[in-house]
Structures are given as C-alpha cells and as structure tokens.
C-alpha cells in the first residue's frame, strides 16, 4: 500500500486536532453528558469512519478497504469489551460522573501513544521476522481459552487492584477529593495527590493489556502500518460517548466475551495459516514454506461481522428471557456512580 507523506500528515494532523477539541470541550465544562449529545457525536465518528473506509477502498484499492472494515470491527469489538473494565473502575475508584468524561479522555489518548508504540514495534518485528506471525497467533488462541474460562469460571476483573494502583495508592499521599484534571495540590503545607491521578494510572495499565490483545488481533488482518493506525484510532474515537450511550445495556451483552474469543480464536487461527504459508524455520518442514489454504480478508470480514451479530442477538435473547440472572462479567452503569467523596486511599 502507497501511503504519502501528506496523507500521514494529514492523518495525524486530523487525529491531534479532533483530541484537542474534545479535550478542550470536556475542560471548559466538566459535565454528565446527555444521551441526545452522546449520541449525535458517536454517529459523526461512526459516519467519519465509514467515509475513511470508502476512501481507502476508492483511491487505495478494494482489498485495502475490505482490510480497514475488518480491521475496525475487531478493534472496535475489543474496545466494547474493554468499556467494562472502565466501568468496573470508576465504580470501584469511585469517580464522580461529571468527572468520568474526563479520566476516559486521558484514558483514549493514553491508549492511542501505547498502542502507537506498540503498532511500531510489531512492525518491526512482522517484517524482519516471519515467525512472529506464530507468536502472535499462539497468543490470540491462548487469550481466547482465557476469555472461555473466564466466563466458564465466572472470573470477575478487579483491574483497580492491579500492583502498580496498589503501589501507588501505598505510597502517594491519596487524598479523598476529586478536582478534575488537577492531579495535586497542597494542604497545610503538604503536597496531596488528587486519586483522579490514581485512575489515570489504572486507565494507563489497563491501556497496556488491551493493547497485548488488540495489535497482534489487527496484524492478523492486515501488515499495512496505515491501516492498523487507522482502525485503531477510529475504534477509539467515539469510544467515550459509547461508554455512556451502553451504560446497563452492556451487562446484557452475556456472551460478548465469548463472541470476542471466536474472533480472537479465528484470527489466530489465520495467523498460524499465514505463518505457515511464510515458514523460514527450519525445524517446520525443513525450513520450507507450507502449502497451506489463508483466509481472505473479505471473508474474515463475514465471519467476523456474523459472529457479531449472533453474539448481540443471542445475549439480548437470554436477557430478555432471564433479566435477573447474574452473569461473568456483570458491571455497574456509570450511572450508579455518585458524586459523593472517594474512597480513603490509604
């Protein structure tokens, strides 16, 4: 894929001004959004990212824009599942709601630098090394059985007990109030950690998991440093105002999780084919490439977007039918969350 200069520029110029304005819009005015303006922002970016989809199809090639739409399902797929960790954790943490807009921004901007960084680096590795595609695709099956027993098991996420928050809480003098993005501040004397600093260092950890899954999840369904970038940002953005629009809809979503190992699973799957198609060890059929059939990009895109939708639609159903019934998985509505004091941190 041909990707100018000037269109990375573009690219990044469009992805730093957009975090900008929200950044500058939630500042200016720490609120509870409303539904009708959650709403009307998550379309624009969904309608943006389906424009870019377009484009790449017209100017780039149908295959690259069948690469993109893939590639954005599943990143965008993994970032639902990822909403309820944040949920999990402004509950836990106790962040008032009109503050939650705020420490998801932080959240999505971190996101964007580690999964930048790591975009890089699997770069590097997937073309100077063409094992790598059998790392990763062991590592997408190994977290889909993960996912499976989790939801077999009925393992519940305390992410907010993570050892870096357990560290920081220790040994930063946590105080009680929230003041926004103001980390720190003193009182009588003493320097006081706001605890909005001890979510924003979660929110970075947790970043750092989802981007383990995520990135070798993205090279499965294309190498083009572009598109991966793309998918990516565009999976994120629009993220914060779905965090609000899903609210207790996502406690319905019972099989999401399970949805979510399928993928992880196919897509691994298709990189163990593809790492056999392009086999340079020589311990595997003697350093020689393996003549074995790879799943096309339009066809990952089907299975994916079936996969999807039987999962909404089957979880629904079971809600539906069983509102009451306690699932793996289970978390609160941002809404639960008040705007009483914080926890004592120490």
Not at 23 to 52: K, L, N
Not at 274 to 300: K, T
Request: glycine share 6%; with cysteine.
């Amino acid at each position: 894929m041909d990707v100018s200069a000037l269109e990375w520029t573009i690219t990044l110029t469009l992805t730093i001004a957009v975090l900008a304005f929200d950044v500058w819009v939630i500042s200016r005015d720490p609120h509870e959004p409303t539904m009708r303006e959650c709403t009307i922002s998550f379309i624009i970016y969904m309608a943006a990212a389906a424009a870019f989809g377009v484009w790449v199809m017209v100017f780039h090639g149908h295959d690259y824009g069948v690469e993109f739409f893939t590639g954005f399902l599943v990143e965008k797929s993994l970032s639902v599942d990822n909403l309820f960790v944040f949920l999990v954790l402004m509950s836990a943490l106790k962040v008032p709601l009109k503050y939650q807009q705020e420490a998801l921004m932080v959240g999505i901007i971190l996101a964007l630098v580690f999964r930048g960084v790591f975009i890089a680096i699997g770069y590097t590795l997937v073309e100077n090394f063409s094992w790598v595609f059998y790392v990763f695709g062991a590592f997408l099956i190994y977290t889909a059985v993960k996912l499976v027993k989790a939801y077999s098991t009925h393992e519940e996420e305390h992410p907010e007990d993570n050892a870096i928050v357990t560290f920081s809480r220790r040994h930063l003098n946590v105080g009680t109030e929230y003041r926004g993005l103001t980390l720190w501040w003193r009182e009588n004397g003493v320097r006081v950690v706001s605890p909005m600093l001890i979510v924003i260092i979660a929110l970075g950890v947790t970043d750092v998991l989802f981007a383990l899954d995520s990135i070798p999840a993205i090279f499965g369904v294309t190498q083009e440093p572009y598109l991966v970038f793309t998918a990516n940002v565009f999976a994120l953005m629009g993220l914060r105002q779905l965090y609000f629009l899903l609210g207790g809809l996502l406690k319905k979503l019972v099989y999401l999780s399970l949805g979510l190992a399928f993928i992880l699973a196919f897509i691994g799957v298709k990189l163990v084919l593809h790492a056999l198609h392009e086999n340079e060890l020589s311990f595997i059929n003697g350093g020689e490439h393996v003549s074995v059939p790879e799943i096309s990009s339009l066809l990952s895109l089907a299975v994916i977007i079936v996969t999807l939708v039987v999962t909404a639609v089957a979880s629904l159903v079971k809600s539906g039918r069983e509102p009451e019934v306690a699932v793996a998985g289970d978390g609160p509505d941002p809404t639960d969350v008040d705007d009483t004091p914080g926890p004592d941190w120490r």
